[in-house]
């Protein structure tokens, strides 16, 4: 595994956004696909059930119903990877599953060596949960050595960032968010959907597109329900939807995610 790399004093002049508003530079950074209209939002959600509770029969009709919609992705608990690995065998639906979750406070090797295992039983996303702790604390050489840690460990897949954005201030989500897209992250996710404080915002999704510009993905998460909420977040800059009710909203179509350039034209 390679090793974080070495952070000047703590990292402050390093995690600032770099932010291109030139659309014509704009290209669609891994696992993103921009659409102005027309798209079919079951394209930009991960079909998600993380209640402990679920049970083998829960993950098959969870495959099943993303199969049919054509989902990006089902996001899971890691012990059903191996299962959603099969049962989505020669679709084009991926398997996506979590790392850390849902408190982010294990050792960064502990995350990695559960990439990994994520990995060889055929994950090909990984939603990390970060040091919230680290996060709320200032740590952010912490922070960024945490992420790495999970990045190097699993090359080839795609690595989202769990910031757990409704506990932190905006200065903290943006910093989050630089650090994250420095350290070689392809997405930044706003929620794990089980902390108190709250879920996605259309707010904290804009404040995220804006610090990671056209770098990074985008993954709203918590509390999204229904067509016109997730529009909402895709609208603010959410270039992926998290949510259990993925059925109930495959059917709808409207503007999908578009370059940070032409998302601000629009506002």
């Not at 294990?106 to 060889?120: G, I, L, Q, W």
């Not at 795609?158 to 897209?181: D, F």
């Given at each position: ?77 890691p012990m059903w990877v191996a299962l ?184």
């Amino acid at each position: 595994m390679k090793r974080a790399p070495s952070l000047p004093g703590d990292g402050s002049a390093r995690y600032f956004p770099r932010v291109s508003l030139d659309s014509s530079l704009a290209s669609p950074p891994r696992g993103v696909t921009y659409v102005r209209e027309g798209a079919r939002l079951a394209a930009f959600i991960d079909h998600t059930l993380l209640k402990p509770e679920a049970t083998r029969r829960d993950i098959e009709t969870l495959c099943r119903e993303a199969a049919e919609s054509r989902f990006a992705a089902v996001c899971v608990n890691p012990m059903w990877v191996a299962l959603c690995s099969e049962l989505l065998a020669g679709s084009t639906v991926r398997v996506a599953t979590v790392v850390g979750f849902p408190l982010g406070a294990s050792e960064p090797e502990s995350k990695a060596a559960e990439a990994v295992r994520a990995m060889e039983q055929g994950a090909d996303e990984l939603d990390m949960v970060t040091a919230i702790g680290s996060m709320k604390s200032g740590d952010w050489r912490h922070v960024a050595r945490d992420i790495h840690a999970v990045v190097c460990a699993v090359p080839g897949r795609l690595v989202k960032v769990i910031i757990e954005s409704a506990l932190l201030t905006p200065a903290g989500i943006v910093r989050a968010c630089s650090v994250a897209r420095d350290v070689g992250a392809h997405y930044v996710k706003t929620s794990t959907g089980f902390n108190p404080a709250g879920g996605a915002t259309p707010e904290a999704v804009a404040l995220m597109r804006l610090a990671v510009g056209d770098a990074l993905g985008v993954k709203a998460s918590g509390g999204i329900r229904d067509c016109d909420t997730a529009f909402r977040m895709i609208a603010a800059g959410a270039t992926r939807i998290g949510t259990s009710s993925g059925v109930a909203m495959a059917g709808c179509v409207g503007r999908g995610p578009m370059s940070l350039a032409d998302l601000l034209a629009v506002a």
